[in-house]
């Protein structure tokens, strides 16, 4: 028997779901602005999928396009004015930005209310100090509300993350450890040793290191519940020129027990964990 699909375009529709009736509620809609600096073609296809879902919720977007070569008071100008406009009530700059620009000096000017993805110091602060009841950086989330969809539990489950990112490693390791989730968390990274040990101890494996295939069924423990969050470029033969693979082996969905895809896993669900952000800064901002 295969692995169970976590369908994260089915959960994503739940959420989204779920937020049409806030929205309903809401005395003027949302309305998120995203800043996007240079021409990178994977962050125009991100923007893209983020407009669509504003689209599809009824929420207002506006997007703001920044030359690579601007200068980088340009974008420090233009978050000010963004976080001083009262119609605006989420704020999101794309990453990554061009060379040279500071993203995580640009994280931390953006109003934390209108943070709406969940990195400025004071929402991971909050997370750290176990509160997660404001803005939760999207992929974390997207990864926790699909365990919960799934019907995982993670009471006194030994989970591994792999991967150490301010974005995504450091606080998802906190979600999972937080009362209520309650698994044994360990943080697995380039330094690492004997990783395949590691994993093959967990009931619960996040990939999020960025390497192709990198988690192969040797690691896995038969039955494990595995979230693939890389997304990678392999370059090949086909019309496209390439394909997208995980940090997860195909394979590993021969032993796994529940296993999210690559494409049509985290990535719906991140979009649809900004959405539910953007519609929760509005909440807390009305």
């Known amino acids: 028997m295969g692995a169970t699909r976590i369908d994260g375009n089915a959960c994503g529709a739940a959420v989204e779901a779920s937020l049409a009736e806030r929205i309903a509620t809401l005395p003027t809609p949302p309305h998120l602005a995203v800043v996007i600096v240079g021409n990178d073609p994977a962050s ?50 794309q990453s990554p930005l061009p060379s040279g620009m500071d993203e995580i000096a640009i994280t931390d000017l953006i109003d934390p209310v209108k943070d709406v993805d969940g990195f400025h110091a004071q929402n991971l602060g909050r997370l750290v100090q176990g509160d997660a009841s404001g803005i939760l950086p999207c992929t974390p989330a997207g990864v926790m509300r699909m365990l919960e969809w799934a019907g995982v539990d993670l009471s006194g489950k030994r989970a591994v993350v792999i991967g150490r990112s301010r974005i995504v490693g450091m606080p998802q390791s906190l979600l999972l450890a937080q009362k209520g989730a309650d698994a044994t968390v360990t943080i697995a990274h ?97």
């Open 44 to 93: 125009h296809v991100y923007v893209g999928a983020k407009e669509r879902a504003c689209a599809r919720l009824g929420i207002r977007s506006t997007r703001i396009d920044i030359d690579a070569d601007a200068d980088f008071s340009e974008v420090v100008s233009t978050v000010e004015r963004l976080n001083a406009d009262p119609e605006v009530t989420g704020i999101l700059v």
């Open 190 to 286: 380039s330094r690492t040793e004997d990783m395949a040990a590691l994993c093959r101890e967990a009931d619960v494996i996040i990939a999020a290191v960025g390497r192709s295939n990198m988690v192969v069924a040797d690691w896995v423990k038969p039955g494990a519940t595995v979230i693939d969050v890389g997304v990678n470029r392999v370059d090949d033969d086909s019309e496209k020129g390439y394909h997208l693979s995980g940090d997860v082996h195909p394979d590993v969905a021969e032993v796994a027990g529940a296993l999210s895809p690559v494409p049509g896993g985290v990535g719906p669900m991140t979009i649809a964990m900004l959405m539910s952000n953007t519609v929760r800064a509005t909440e807390m901002q009305q």
